[in-house]
């Protein structure tokens, strides 16, 4: 089974972080935004349960699913 790690990055300064990529020849491969929705069982309140689904969708209409435990 696959894992996935998210992290929140704080305080960056974009415009240093775009210099050194274009130093490293960097390439943007990909602009989107997205659209995260989450689901849990009927009358579940926040915190109770582990479970849920997430679906993440990207402004292409692409949709990625994740069911969590």
Known sequence: MAHEIETKVLDI????ILEKMAQIWAKKVLETQLSVS???FRGVKRGEDPWFLRIRSDSDGT??????S
């Open 13 to 16: 300064d974009v415009a240093e």
């Open 38 to 40: 989450w689901y849990h």
């Open 63 to 68: 949709h990625e699913d994740c069911l969590t």
